[in-house]
């Protein structure tokens, strides 16, 4: 039997909720997918109110990045899980229509970790009045679609002057999105780190060159990094209001103690304990197939999947990767819409950090990136798709980083591998930034 809906719902978005539950079942029959997307679009067209009346009156947390906010929203579900029941968008449909998706099943008073894409963001803010808002990092991605760094902090600073009692928790080591949330009511600054300088280069305030060094940043105009009052200090240490606690998740890799460790500040916000929302973190293998195993080629070969999209996942990625011995890397390679057409980026990325290991490129835009990598004097060799690489290579597990809708396409491709006791699988150092 159907959940009935709370009664402060107008009946046009009672209507515009059967509508959307209607499509999105219909979607998934179909085989086209989730849902979410399609089945929320229908019902905003017919209740544009819908998605403030379904979020009204919830414990809501919005999360919104450049990089990690998917796996972070999963980690914040996690935590926030060990209250009650917890809507999220963890399908990654992270524009109005998908978080409206989430919000209109039941339970429709539970809490919400909804991950939200950095340009939409504040249409959606707006209208679900979140009680925190975590704000991880901005670097270029998608250039045809959002190429102005600067803009997308200047959108985030316009949204904290407008919203009341909302609390953001925000990455102190990114200077872009230290200036937005500095006109937010409310802050909690926490240090993850910033591994990819190269798009906060520039004071968002003065625009003049910023000054960095081991401790921080600054800018002539007075702006600077602020005193976190949560940092994560080490492989698996967290500096905690004031104490230091030990800090290990199922994920690898120091980003992701990064992403953890926002997230279990913003649990704070809800009465979560930190160890209580580090402990529902630690099971979590992997995020929509990020860091899964896949059995790859013919020769079923042992693959992890790695997702990045931009120079600074790519950097990220970089750093995992080359915390083990040295082993083949697939390269899959893609630009469709999704993706952002235009690839010019990889020349951005420091390509030359993977010498010494062979590697194997594919995807639709395989031959931009096997001249990219000639420049950077990695040998490499280049192969139809994903599986003849696999084919090619010589070692039992290999790592494959692809873009978003190479790793998308690969994923329905492959099988997951059999799981192997933590001890038996390559256990990478965790050693990154975010």
Known sequence: MMTPLPRRLSARTKAALAVERLASETSRRLGKGSGEMIGGKLALQISPRALAEVGKGR????????????????????????????????????MAPGVLAALSRP?????????????????????????????????????DRSNETRRIAAIWRDLGEELEDCTVVANVDDPLVTWAAMSWSKQVWVSVGQNWTADAMVCPQCAKLLHRNETGWWSECGLARPEPIVAVTGPDEIMWFGHTIKASIGLPGRVNLGNATMAAAAARQFGVQVEDALAAMTDLGD??????????????????????????????????????????????????????????????VPFERLAGRPVLVTGERKEDMSVRLAYAGVLHSVHQDAEAAADAATEPVLDVVANYTAFRDLLVRTAPAPRRPRAALPAPARGGAR
Not at 63 to 91: E, H, M
Not at 119 to 132: C, G, M, N, S, T
Not at 311 to 335: H, Q
């Open 59 to 94: 414990p809501i947390a919005c999360v919104s990045a450049t990089n990690g906010k998917t796996t972070t929203t999963r980690l914040l579900a996690r935590a926030l899980g060990t209250l009650g029941p917890v809507k999220s968008n963890s399908g990654g449909a992270n």
């Open 107 to 143: 339970p429709y008073d539970a809490a919400a970790a909804l991950e939200v894409d950095e340009i939409w963001l504040p249409k959606v803010a707006r209208e679900v009045q979140p009680r925190v808002v975590l704000l991880l990092n901005i670097s270029r991605d998608q250039l």
């Open 287 to 348: 995020v929509q197939g990020r860091y899964q195993e896949v059995l790859l080629g013919s020769a079923a070969r042992r693959a992890r999947m790695l997702l990045a999209k931009n120079p600074a996942g790519w950097v990220e990625m970089m750093e995992l990767i080359n915390s083990t011995s040295p082993r083949s890397l697939i390269v899959d390679f893609n630009s469709q819409t999704a993706d952002g057409r235009d690839p010019s980026w990889i020349w951005d």
